[in-house]
């Protein structure tokens, strides 16, 4: 089993900036892709970013430009750094790793941007 543990959503003003972390443990022989997914009430899961072992990186068009994944694989830790957040960011975000034992999910962790 994987356990993902995200950390760092908060309240954050429009304008304002937060970045969260995701820590991978557990049965972990190899991981492919760790990237962060968001849900916002009313509203299917969808990607905001993933980053590839290879270094590759996808961004969902709505955040390029102020978000940025980055990837610490000696510590299996993935962040996003978001800045310029608006309304619309408002959601909850979830951490994912697919690995060689399959895709996990983190908990989710609230980012709320309101003024």
């Known amino acids: 089993q994987v356990q993902l543990v995200e950390s760092g959503g908060d309240l954050v003003q429009p304008g304002g900036s937060l970045r969260l972390s995701c820590a991978a443990s557990?049965?972990?022989?190899?991981?492919?892709?760790m990237g962060w997914y968001r849900q916002a009430p009313g509203t299917q899961r969808e990607l905001v970013a993933e980053s590839t072992s290879g270094g590759s990186t996808d961004y969902a068009d709505s955040v390029k430009g102020r978000f940025t994944i980055s990837r610490d694989n000696a510590k299996n830790t993935v962040y996003l750094q978001m800045n310029s957040l608006n309304p619309e960011d408002t959601a909850v975000y979830y951490c994912?790793?697919?690995?060689?034992?399959?895709?996990?999910w983190g908990q989710g962790t609230q980012v709320t941007v309101s003024s």
């Open positions: 557990g049965s972990i022989f190899v991981i492919y892709n």
């Open positions: 994912t790793a697919l690995t060689n034992r399959g895709r996990f």
